[in-house]
């Protein structure tokens, strides 16, 4: 079976602290995708992450790939109410196409 | 806007009515993909079509569901005879090839009253 497994599936911060959102995955893929959904909206792509070893950062947020050992992570850096939400973590699978196998995804709330 | 877009964005219906859902997928985009989203939880493959083909259905995806891609552009997605348990999120996603980056539209959210 499948699996992708993100942890924690929730997170509270407080605005300004640091934390690693982490993602195994079962698959022998060397790509791994990051995506953002705010509240009743759709997917926004954050990261694409192609190979062993990339690593991927847009602003407060850093992405990594560890192929070898399944992982990938997303690290926040002096998190920002903004960045509230929730943040998937996908492999492709190649039975399907290639469609993304998404895992359960990690709900992230930045406090005051 | 040169994005994928889904049509309705929000359907309420009656158990045992029929619903078609519309995904237009970004114009050079020759994959499109349909996923399911409860609360809660991440999206499901449903199914995907290169070009005008239907490749890959999930099991997911019960006889009650179908898909069309007539003519590799515009997809639709139809439900026959709702059930409560079909409310959910549908999201359209398109992609050029494989292993490039898929491109979510903004989903059309069931709800099976």
């Known amino acids: 079976e499948l699996k992708v497994e993100q942890n924690p599936l929730f997170l509270s911060m407080q605005e300004g602290k640091n934390y690693t959102i982490y993602c195994n995955y079962s698959t022998t893929s060397d790509r791994l995708y990051w995506y953002r959904q705010d509240p009743g909206k759709s997917l926004e792509s954050l990261f694409v992450l192609l190979s062993n070893g990339a690593v991927k950062q847009e602003g407060r947020l850093m992405a990594s790939l560890d192929t070898k050992a399944r992982l990938s992570t997303l690290h926040i850096t002096a998190a920002v109410h903004d960045l509230s939400a929730t943040y998937f973590c996908a492999d492709p699978n190649s039975n399907s196409g290639y469609a993304l196998n998404f895992g359960k995804g990690t709900s992230l709330l930045v406090t005051p | 806007d040169t994005g994928v877009s889904q049509d309705p964005r929000h359907k309420i219906t009656k158990r045992g009515q029929n619903v078609t859902f519309r995904c237009d997928p970004i114009?050079?985009?020759?994959?499109l993909y349909w996923y399911r989203q409860t609360l809660g939880q991440g999206p499901e493959f449903l199914t995907y079509?290169?070009?005008?083909?239907?490749?890959?259905k999930s099991r997911l995806l019960s006889d009650r569901f179908s898909a069309e891609r007539p003519k590799g552009s515009f997809s639709t997605l139809e439900i026959q005879r709702t059930e409560q348990g079909d409310s959910a999120m549908y999201l359209c996603?398109?992609?050029?090839?494989?292993?490039?980056?898929?491109?979510f539209g903004q989903g059309t959210r069931l709800t099976v009253v």
């Open positions: 996603a398109s992609s050029f090839g494989a292993w490039t980056e898929a491109f």
């Open positions: 079509f290169q070009n005008e083909a239907q490749l890959e």
């Open positions: 114009s050079e985009h020759n994959r």
